[in-house]
């Protein structure tokens, strides 16, 4: 943790800088680096040296930690080969000694450890999470954030309790062109939402596989008590460990992975929590690969406010990994038109005309032609094709908040949020029913009962 006097000075800093910041990307590097001195640096350790971190959020971490006084100083991970990876990329880059720490609890025993980014497998963020802030240290925590409701309560509650700054990495919310569809679907001129098409779909027989990494595993060099968590206990399984997307419970897959980036956009868009219900199909198609968690699938949800069944519109998601070229695609759909964020543009397309209107005796309803942002300006798919703009604003936005001690772009809520809904897309996919939210008890329903494992 900080020392008083450090954060003292830090507080007194933000204190100081209120009267001329206008929000939190007002504010340049430089300008921290006038207002922050020298001796305040923050303290940053990697939880998991995964791909994901490596080629994606260490190069926008890496090209603003100079002016914005922020340095890395410890990597903690189970598995020797990853750790001893991490510390030699790290020193590499950074220029002096990392420390290399076994597990979260040498890492959090080093004094001054102020942050941390969080990129661990998908059922130990919101974990990870909840031991970040108890000892003191903000986070930039990937999505999903949880993938049980249990996890999810119990990591936003903590979160709460603290005075943590957590990012949550759904970097959507830090992009100019979502910003502006953000702004244009609050202020009223796109009308009512009638529907919201996410697709995501890709060919890739070797997406989430690890074979020539899942070769080199070995029990005796990592922790598979540890690394399991609060999961019920199985066999040791090397697979189960590199490749956990394609096994449930350790990632619901394709809800947790891309959904959960498309449908946080609903959720900010709107302001609604979660849906009313799901509904999915799918199953494992085309890679016959041992794996558990489905190669295609189609989610139907029902959105809209709780205490108003009359009024929603309906959200559908539909991902295949045997067919695509990985260009995800978000279309908001209106009595007037669209809003389509391949192309950044508000268009009439679709919407009420003339001749249609006049035979019901009703004007036409036609969007204007808007250009909301450079076409493109959008998320880059892959996870680690680095060199992503929206990954790049949206690490720059924690680092000054971590400084301003603002909220970030995606704070915890969010988080909590995108997990209700994916949480929600697993029940049903893996229940067959079609599943609800029991707003009293921050349950998932499916088929009269709390859904589980």
Same mark, same amino acid.
């Given at each position: 943790?900080?020392?008083?006097?450090? %954060?003292?000075?830090?507080?007194?800093? &933000?204190?100081?800088?209120?009267?001329?910041?206008?929000?939190?990307?007002?504010?340049?590097?430089?300008?921290?680096?006038?207002?922050?001195?020298?001796?305040?640096?923050?303290? $940053?350790?990697?939880?998991?040296?995964?791909?994901?971190?490596?080629?994606?959020?260490?190069?926008?971490?890496?090209?603003?930690?100079?002016?914005?006084?922020?340095?890395?100083?410890?990597?903690?991970?189970?598995?020797?080969?990853?750790?001893?990876?991490?510390?030699?990329?790290?020193?590499?880059?950074?220029?002096?000694?990392?420390?290399?720490?076994?597990?979260?609890?040498?890492?959090?025993?080093?004094?001054?450890?102020?942050?941390?980014?969080?990129?661990?497998?998908?059922?130990?963020?919101?974990?990870?999470?909840?031991?970040?802030?108890?000892?003191?240290?903000? &986070?930039?925590?990937?999505?999903?954030?949880?993938?049980? *409701?249990?996890?999810?309560?119990?990591?936003?509650?903590?979160?709460?309790?603290?005075? !943590?700054?957590?990012?949550?990495?759904?970097? %959507?919310?830090?992009?100019?062109?979502?910003?502006?569809?953000?702004?244009?679907? +609050?202020?009223?001129?796109?009308?009512?939402? #009638?529907? $919201?098409?996410?697709?995501?779909?890709?060919?890739?027989?070797? !997406?989430?596989? !690890?074979?020539?990494?899942?070769?080199?595993?070995?029990?005796?060099?990592?922790d598979w008590k540890r690394y399991l968590m609060n999961r019920p206990f199985e066999a040791w399984d090397p697979r189960k460990y590199l490749e956990y997307r394609l096994f449930w419970p350790y990632s619901s897959g394709m809800p947790g992975q891309?959904?959960?980036?498309?449908?946080?956009?609903?959720?900010?868009?709107?302001?609604?929590?979660?849906?009313?219900?799901?509904?999915?199909?799918?199953?494992?198609?085309?890679?016959?690969?041992?794996?558990?968690?489905?190669?295609?699938?189609?989610?139907?949800?029902?959105?809209?406010?709780?205490?108003?069944? #009359?009024?929603?519109?309906?959200?559908?998601?539909?991902? +295949? *990994?045997?067919?695509?070229?990985?260009?995800?695609?978000?279309?908001?759909?209106?009595?007037?038109?669209?809003?389509?964020?391949?192309?950044?543009?508000?268009?009439?397309?679709?919407?009420?005309?003339?001749?249609?209107?006049?035979?019901?005796?009703?004007?036409?309803?036609?969007?204007?032609?808007?250009?909301?942002?450079?076409?493109?300006?959008?998320?880059?798919?892959?996870?680690?094709?680095?060199?992503?703009?929206?990954?790049? #604003?949206?690490?720059?936005?924690?680092?000054?908040?971590? !400084?301003?001690?603002?909220?970030?772009?995606?704070?915890?809520?969010?988080?909590?949020?995108?997990?209700?809904?994916?949480?929600?897309?697993?029940?049903?996919?893996?229940?067959?029913?079609?599943?609800?939210?029991?707003?009293?008890?921050?349950?998932?329903?499916?088929?009269?009962k709390v859904f589980k494992y």
């Amino acid at each position: 943790m900080l020392s008083t006097s450090r %954060r003292n000075f830090i507080k007194q800093a &933000a204190v100081a800088a209120a009267g001329t910041y206008a929000g939190t990307m007002a504010m340049s590097a430089k300008s921290y680096g006038r207002i922050i001195g020298a001796n305040d640096r923050v303290q $940053v350790g990697v939880v998991g040296f995964s791909d994901r971190f490596r080629t994606s959020l260490f190069p926008p971490f890496f090209g603003h930690h100079k002016a914005m006084n922020f340095d890395l100083v410890a990597v903690s991970d189970l598995w020797s080969v990853r750790r001893e990876q991490g510390v030699a990329f790290l020193q590499d880059k950074m220029g002096h000694a990392v420390k290399g720490c076994r597990n979260n609890d040498e890492l959090y025993q080093m004094k001054d450890l102020d942050a941390v980014f969080v990129s661990t497998a998908d059922f130990q963020h919101a974990l990870h999470a909840i031991e970040a802030v108890k000892a003191g240290c903000d &986070a930039y925590v990937e999505k999903p954030f949880a993938e049980t *409701m249990e996890d999810n309560r119990a990591a936003l509650k903590a979160v709460r309790e603290s005075d !943590r700054i957590i990012q949550i990495g759904s970097q %959507r919310r830090s992009g100019t062109n979502y910003m502006a569809a953000n702004d244009f679907i +609050r202020s009223g001129k796109f009308g009512d939402i #009638s529907m $919201v098409e996410l697709t995501w779909n890709v060919n890739q027989p070797g !997406r989430w596989r !690890r074979p020539a990494l899942v070769a080199q595993l070995k029990e005796a060099d990592t922790d598979w008590k540890r690394y399991l968590m609060n999961r019920p206990f199985e066999a040791w399984d090397p697979r189960k460990y590199l490749e956990y997307r394609l096994f449930w419970p350790y990632s619901s897959g394709m809800p947790g992975q891309w959904m959960s980036h498309q449908i946080d956009t609903v959720h900010w868009f709107t302001g609604l929590k979660h849906p009313r219900s799901v509904v999915a199909n799918g199953g494992i198609y085309a890679w016959k690969d041992g794996r558990k968690n489905w190669d295609t699938t189609t989610a139907v949800f029902d959105y809209g406010p709780q205490d108003d069944m #009359s009024k929603g519109f309906q959200v559908t998601f539909s991902s +295949r *990994m045997n067919n695509g070229e990985e260009r995800p695609a978000e279309i908001y759909y209106a009595n007037g038109g669209e809003l389509n964020l391949v192309n950044n543009t508000v268009s009439p397309k679709g919407g009420l005309g003339a001749g249609h209107a006049k035979e019901m005796g009703m004007e036409p309803n036609l969007l204007p032609e808007l250009v909301l942002a450079d076409p493109k300006m959008r998320a880059v798919a892959s996870a680690n094709t680095g060199g992503d703009a929206l990954v790049t #604003s949206h690490i720059l936005n924690w680092m000054e908040c971590i !400084r301003s001690r603002k909220q970030p772009n995606a704070p915890v809520e969010a988080g909590y949020y995108h997990s209700i809904a994916t949480i929600m897309t697993n029940a049903a996919a893996r229940t067959g029913f079609k599943v609800t939210f029991d707003e009293k008890t921050q349950e998932v329903m499916a088929g009269g009962k709390v859904f589980k494992y």
